[in-house]
């Protein structure tokens, strides 16, 4: 078939390339410091330059900001649209605790929470599917986003679907994008963070890549590993009625980690955490000492990292204690005006930086 | 690796299935009546369940219209925000006339466009990458979309990136998803088509598909054979203010021959339609017979279908011809009481249905 000649010719200038250009390697899409590489000298500048609506009266959030989603400014400016896309690859589609089409939904819900953004307007489907999936492996993930978006209190309101020959996509490719219809005081960024505030994480960390990654290395581990995918709404409107909520950020790929430094980095101020303090359930620790994983460097899909005015930490600790998913909610650290930009972990010995994780850990985990 | 073993399990599963039970095929993501079962039988019930977002007061449009986009009402009700979706997995992905950064721009600009959403609030844009992609390949793919965002007057506000390995996904994917915040009054849809209506097509049919197909093929046509891939929200702007559009429809996969029967069909009245009077560039007509392809069967990329009131249709089309790419519109014909959900295409020897593409014309055409 044409088309067939025509992608090995590609192939073909790929392995020229790889001689004589750069080309895209999976460290790129690891979420660490080579993706952000390749986004901010090749993707921000260009699309920054279109990116009028956004910034136009200094009150949205751009891509520029690089946060989980951006903000827009509608009508007086008091309210606002926030919209978010993911794309997800994630292998095996079906893993303990979850599948690709429960990711699907719930990480957008929950890039959309993060912004401050708890009631989705609507969420898109787009599939890209592996020609020879079986139907019954796609209805089952298409029953699954619907049962996922029951819980968030989300509508899947418009979609596309692409069919790829065998062999040219492996499986099943969902991208999700979410809209929401805020106020525009509601919106908040993973940027906010002040001197001062207590840095919350909403549960155990390192749960979904861990979970994922010994389902396929086909450990048998004891204990319950599972991941932990799920939407954050709930918790995330719980946690900004119960007091002031400076900052957030859904902890996925590159974990804690790369979150914390994300936002020390964005806001120019250090974070403080103490390791011990930091929740990580007893099988994903003794699984992550295993497989030589980090449970701070590998994704989260059902959590959240808050930055909370430290006057009202126990309020917000609280009422994030009630709800699902929410029990093992601890303050981590806080953010200080030392080492701005960097994250300092006590680990009980002494203190190191925690640092970004890099290179391709583990491909394909959502 | 772990992530290869699995693949290769999933692989012989799908093998298993294609004997066993139903298994995906490009009949199914090349927009025609496959495509439809699936997304009729096994999506639409499912996810319309969770949508009542758009459902709820009625005046909204949701997933079961199966329209380019969905319409969401917001506040009081008289504004709404539009919102649509789509993957590229257009092969090759440099083509005449465009690429699949310029078709995944103008493709998302031209659904919202088509639902009466003629200024982008924002796109969204998500990369699936295959390892090995030429960084250059991407940097030319990113500078296009950029081109096109701004001919659109369109902002790229947040994205993703993925990267999956070699061999487990073909190239490039792009997924861009759009978002418009508009007079609800404004939001046109593809099923309002009033007997009376005149049919008036923007221009050529068949240009994006066949240039396509040719260059797939390697087949050296004498005459200019590109694809017409270009944002229309200017052409469809100028259409409203000069007249009254009752319904709108962008002919991309299954070309003007599905555009018109789902028109047809959802407006529940019929379409006579001349076939001479259709407009096909002569380079187009010649390359379609030499491939044996229907001009009227494949993806434009830059063309609409409207439906238009007759009192206004002579106005509308001196809007539409004084607009880039609008110098060839014409009225093919007109809505009627008769034959309601069929088109009837008088081929100047005669009456015959224009039925549906079928199959798997044209894989990854967009």
């Given at each position: 078939?044409a088309?067939?000649?025509?992608?090995?010719?590609?192939?073909?200038?790929?392995?020229?390339?790889?001689?004589?250009?750069?080309?895209?390697?999976?460290?790129?899409?690891?979420?660490?410091?080579?993706?952000?590489?390749?986004?901010d000298?090749?993707?921000?500048?260009?699309?920054?330059?279109?990116?009028?609506?956004?910034?136009?009266?200094?009150?949205?959030?751009?891509?520029?900001?690089?946060?989980?989603?951006?903000?827009?400014?509608?009508?007086?400016?008091?309210?606002?649209?926030?919209?978010?896309?993911?794309?997800?690859?994630?292998?095996?589609?079906?893993?303990?605790?979850?599948?690709?089409?429960?990711?699907?939904?719930?990480?957008?819900?929950?890039?959309?929470?993060?912004?401050?953004?708890?009631?989705?307007?609507?969420?898109?489907?787009?599939?890209?599917?592996?020609e020879?999936?079986?139907?019954?492996?796609?209805?089952?993930?298409?029953?699954?986003m619907?049962?996922?978006?029951?819980?968030?209190?989300?509508?899947?309101?418009?979609?596309?679907?692409?069919v790829?020959?065998?062999?040219?996509?492996?499986?099943?490719?969902?991208?999700?994008a979410?809209?929401?219809?805020?106020?525009?005081?509601?919106?908040?960024t993973?940027?906010?963070?002040?001197?001062?505030?207590?840095?919350?994480?909403?549960?155990t960390?390192?749960?979904?890549?861990?979970?994922?990654?010994?389902?396929?290395?086909?450990?048998?581990?004891?204990?319950?590993?599972?991941?932990?995918?799920?939407?954050?709404?709930?918790?995330?409107?719980?946690?900004?009625?119960?007091?002031?909520?400076?900052?957030?950020?859904?902890?996925?790929?590159?974990?804690?980690?790369?979150?914390?430094?994300?936002?020390?980095?964005?806001?120019?101020?250090?974070i403080?955490?103490?390791?011990?303090?930091?929740?990580v359930?007893?099988?994903?620790?003794?699984?992550?000492?295993?497989?030589?994983?980090?449970?701070?460097?590998?994704?989260?899909?059902g959590?959240?990292?808050?930055?909370?005015?430290?006057?009202?930490?126990?309020?917000?600790?609280?009422?994030?204690?009630?709800?699902?998913?929410?029990?093992?909610?601890?303050?981590?650290?806080?953010?200080?005006?030392?080492?701005?930009?960097?994250?300092?972990?006590?680990?009980?010995?002494?203190?190191?930086?925690?640092?970004?994780?890099?290179?391709?850990?583990?491909?394909?985990?959502?």
């Amino acid at each position: 078939m044409a088309g067939h000649t025509n992608s090995e010719g590609e192939k073909q200038q790929v392995e020229n390339e790889t001689a004589d250009g750069d080309v895209v390697t999976l460290a790129h899409g690891a979420g660490g410091e080579a993706m952000r590489t390749l986004v901010d000298d090749l993707v921000v500048p260009r699309f920054t330059d279109a990116d009028r609506t956004a910034e136009a009266d200094g009150a949205g959030v751009g891509l520029a900001a690089l946060d989980d989603g951006a903000v827009h400014p509608i009508g007086d400016g008091s309210q606002a649209i926030v919209v978010t896309t993911d794309s997800h690859v994630v292998t095996p589609r079906f893993f303990p605790g979850g599948d690709i089409g429960r990711l699907a939904v719930a990480g957008t819900v929950n890039d959309l929470a993060v912004m401050g953004a708890t009631e989705p307007l609507t969420l898109t489907c787009s599939f890209v599917l592996e020609e020879g999936t079986p139907i019954a492996d796609v209805e089952r993930v298409v029953e699954s986003m619907r049962e996922t978006a029951r819980e968030a209190g989300a509508a899947i309101s418009t979609g596309d679907t692409k069919v790829m020959g065998n062999g040219e996509v492996d499986g099943i490719v969902i991208n999700t994008a979410g809209v929401a219809h805020v106020e525009a005081d509601d919106a908040v960024t993973d940027a906010g963070l002040r001197p001062g505030d207590a840095v919350v994480v909403s549960g155990t960390m390192g749960d979904h890549g861990i979970a994922l990654l010994a389902e396929r290395e086909g450990f048998d581990f004891t204990g319950d590993l599972k991941s932990d995918v799920a939407p954050v709404n709930d918790l995330v409107r719980a946690a900004m009625d119960a007091g002031e909520v400076t900052a957030m950020k859904d902890p996925t790929r590159g974990g804690l980690a790369n979150a914390l430094n994300e936002m020390a980095d964005k806001a120019g101020v250090g974070i403080d955490v103490v390791e011990g303090d930091i929740p990580v359930s007893g099988a994903i620790a003794s699984a992550g000492e295993v497989l030589g994983i980090d449970p701070f460097a590998v994704a989260n899909e059902g959590k959240v990292v808050f930055g909370v005015d430290p006057d009202d930490a126990e309020a917000v600790l609280e009422a994030i204690r009630d709800c699902p998913g929410g029990e093992e909610v601890t303050i981590v650290g806080h953010a200080t005006e030392d080492h701005p930009g960097r994250v300092v972990v006590d680990t009980g010995f002494g203190r190191r930086y925690m640092s970004e994780p890099e290179g391709e850990t583990l491909p394909r985990i959502c």
